[in-house]
């Protein structure tokens, strides 16, 4: 698909909002280990909410902790979505992933409440998150939970 954009020269620039945002830039960062909460999550205004376009994050240094032996799991997390009116600001996200690390949960649980928290605060039109995490007895575990099925956004 190629996008024809008439009057180029015409076009106003747009302006990224950032006075509200406290993690990126900020002189002193504070870490969470053990507490993921939504409220880490921050976003700012997407420009282009018109546009169906997708942003992608990928966190390979992913880990948590099994609930149950607390043995630490490791994996890679990927978030795909196409934002509405607010996207993801990516330090905050990396802080969330983080708050992770020492807090113990099965993986299942983990993507599902990633897709939670992070389509929570910034309501996306679509949004997937996949976890593939490293081989553990002998089995690859990948899971993946999403908005809405990808056909009924035009997706496949």
Not at 30 to 51: D, G, V
């Amino acid at each position: 698909m190629v996008l024809m954009i008439d009057n180029v020269d015409k076009m106003e620039p747009r302006k990224d909002e950032t006075a509200h945002l406290t993690s990126l830039g900020a002189a002193r960062t504070e870490y969470q280990y053990s507490n993921p909460n939504k409220a880490i999550l921050e976003t700012f205004p997407n420009q282009y909410p018109e546009r169906g376009y997708v942003i992608e994050f990928k966190f390979p240094e992913f880990s948590s902790l099994c609930p149950k032996t607390g043995q630490p799991d490791f994996g890679v997390i990927t978030i795909e979505y196409i934002p509405g009116k607010f996207c993801i600001e990516t330090k905050s996200l990396k802080l969330y992933f983080l708050a992770i690390r020492q807090y113990g949960s099965f993986m299942e649980t983990i993507v599902n409440r990633v897709l939670e928290d992070c389509a929570a605060v910034c309501q996306p039109r679509w949004m997937r998150v996949a976890g593939r995490f490293n081989t553990r007895g002998g089995i690859e575990i990948i899971i993946s939970a999403e908005t809405e099925e990808p056909r009924k956004r035009g997706r496949v």
